[in-house]
């Protein structure tokens, strides 16, 4: 099932999440030209302006050719079109061909292929540097490739060094079949101290290799790339650890294999300067000797994302929920952590280890007047992570802080973000910049 604007605007009705007092606006479709024809089926579906394949953009239409025309089914075929992300612009109009009715949509494709020169300094003074490479439309097919190369050096470039390569490939459907497919592959190599419950052992390196490999199959009554999908795999990792100094302590090399299952559900719509909808779903992912893993864990994670329209011009109140359990870990890692730009902001990353993570992101956006696309924002982080032995979910960390957010139009699947994030215990701000939104 994907989620149409009829829908969306029913579900609005529903009591909002820690903002009862609000609801959004109902969603009005503009005049289709020459709906006047809309009483008879659409013989014929036409595409303008698009370097994606036409088979691609049917299977994400509501209206069928050779169906009866509906206004409705259009309006959410051209929103269908839009939550790609691909394109800056859809428009629709119908036409007559003795007799016959045709639907023509326009669009306006946003630049896929990005190469991104990385040079950042995170919140905690590591500086990186390299290259990206980012297809999100791969031959007009919708599959996505990603390529990254960077070094890293901690401490504003006189602390620990280290370099990552990763390249990942994703085909949401085979040959427009219910089938999907993701592989990824990573190589680092990351001078560490071993360090765990504020004690550090020793230093070294850590030289790892991971494959992901998934197999993803869309349910029945699910034409395009939303909706819900379930999926299973397995991960291949190796870690290699050497010394300088001290001892490695409870840190361990070795080979995991492990095997993961899930589900998730995407109903989400992608409007010009915010997002509407819901994102949820769950995975289970377990080790043992059975399967040749030198370490034996079972580990869940599941989450939920919500976009609130709010009354207003582009207000949204966005929330994310995350919990996740683990019986253990692979490398003598602990499964969860808190802290850094994406989970837990106004703490250093990883500044937590635990087996338990409990984690809320609530964030409110609205759009300058004035210029649109550009946001600023209010958030904050609660969340916290626990020893099997030490579980109390009453100790949560808490953060707040503000951001801005810049909506990049031409480029795909693009938003900066900048937030400012209090840290009560340094009695300081952490900064934190990506091209890509929290959740």
Not at 47 to 58: E, S
Request: include cysteine; charged fraction near 25%.
């Amino acid at each position: 099932m994907r989620l149409t604007v009829r829908q969306l605007s029913v579900s609005w009705l529903l009591p909002c999440v820690l903002a009862a007092a609000f609801c959004a606006e109902s969603l009005a479709a503009d005049a289709i030209p020459g709906e006047q024809y809309c009483d008879r089926p659409v013989s014929k579906i036409l595409f303008h302006g698009n370097d994606t394949k036409r088979h691609v953009l049917l299977r994400e239409l509501f209206q069928k050719e050779g169906a009866a025309c509906s206004l409705d089914h259009v309006v959410d075929s051209v929103q269908a079109i839009l939550n790609l992300g691909l394109f800056r612009s859809a428009v629709a109009h119908f036409e007559l061909d003795d007799e016959s009715l045709e639907l023509h949509i326009t669009v306006r494709e946003k630049f896929a292929l990005l190469v991104i020169p990385r040079f950042s300094r995170t919140s905690d003074a590591e500086l990186r540097a390299g290259i990206q490479v980012r297809w999100d439309n791969v031959a007009g097919r919708l599959h996505q490739m990603k390529l990254t190369t960077e070094t890293r050096r901690a401490d504003d470039g006189d602390g620990n060094e280290g370099f990552l390569h990763r390249l990942s490939y994703n085909v949401p459907r085979f040959f427009g079949s219910d089938f999907g497919m993701g592989v990824s592959f990573s190589v680092r190599r990351q001078q560490t101290d071993f360090r765990q419950d504020e004690l550090t052992y020793g230093t070294g390196y850590d030289r790892s290799r991971v494959l992901d490999v998934i197999l993803s199959r869309w349910a029945s009554n699910t034409d395009g790339v939303a909706g819900l999908r379930y999926f299973g795999g397995f991960q291949l990792a190796s870690s290699e650890l050497s010394l300088s100094e001290g001892d490695t302590g409870p840190f361990v090399g070795g080979d995991d294999i492990n095997v993961v299952i899930g589900w998730e559900n995407t109903q989400k719509q992608v409007d010009r300067f915010r997002r509407q909808g819901q994102v949820y779903g769950a995975s289970l992912r377990f080790a043992n000797s059975e399967i040749h893993s030198d370490f034996s864990y079972t580990r869940l994670d599941a989450f939920w994302r919500q976009y609130r329209a709010l009354p207003g011009d582009n207000k949204n109140l966005n929330l994310q929920f995350r919990l996740g359990l683990s019986d253990g870990a692979p490398f003598g890692r602990r499964a969860f952590s808190v802290g850094g730009g994406e989970i837990l902001r106004g703490l250093p990353p990883a500044s937590s280890t635990g087996d338990i993570l409990t984690l809320a992101n609530i964030e409110y956006l609205s759009a300058f007047e004035a210029r649109k696309y550009w946001r600023w924002v209010l958030f904050a982080d609660i969340g916290n992570v626990y020893r099997r032995d030490r579980v109390k979910l009453h100790r949560q960390k808490v953060r707040v802080g503000f951001g801005f957010r810049r909506k990049i139009e031409s480029l795909s699947n693009t938003d900066l973000r900048l937030d400012f994030a209090w840290d009560t215990e340094a009695k300081r701000f952490r900064s934190f910049f990506s091209t890509h939104l929290t959740f």
